[in-house]
Nanobody, 123 residues
Framework: QVQLVESGGGLVQAGGSLRLSCAAS????????MGWFRQHPGKEREFVAI????????TYADSVMGRFTISRDNARNTGYLQMDRLKPEDTAVYYC????????????????WGQGTQVTVSS
């Protein structure tokens, strides 16, 4: 089982940037796909981005395409989400998650989750 710990959240003005990190413990990080999801208050968790095991393939939600970049460093057991040109509607709790059999359209396919990190974008 991979344990995940997110960091890097905080308060930023609209148009600014943040870089989230997802530190993984355990031996299987390089064998699992990694995704970032977010949850707005009172709403369901939604897909943000996903990266495959090798880091060679990525998929993004339309709402973040061109502004966010997902990456991973398997040697460091760490995943990242670079968030640029942030908007107030990006305010949410951000979670990283891993899965051996990911389906980004179904959050239930991700069986391993971090505790989340708050991102707040002020207008």
């Amino acid at each position: 089982q991979v344990q995940l710990v997110e960091s890097g959240g905080g308060l930023v003005q609209a148009g600014g940037s943040l870089r989230l990190s997802c530190a993984a413990s355990g031996r299987t990080f390089s064998s699992v796909a990694m995704g970032w999801f977010r949850q707005h208050p009172g709403k369901e968790r939604e897909f943000v981005a996903i990266i495959n095991t090798a880091g060679s393939s990525t998929t993004y939600a339309d709402s973040v395409m061109g502004r966010f970049t997902i990456s991973r460093d398997n040697a460091r057991n760490t995943g990242y989400l670079q968030m640029d040109r942030l908007k107030p509607e990006d305010t949410a709790v951000y979670y990283c998650a891993t899965s051996f059999f990911p389906n980004y359209k179904d959050v239930r396919s991700f069986n391993n989750w971090g505790q989340g990190t708050q991102v707040t974008v002020s207008s």
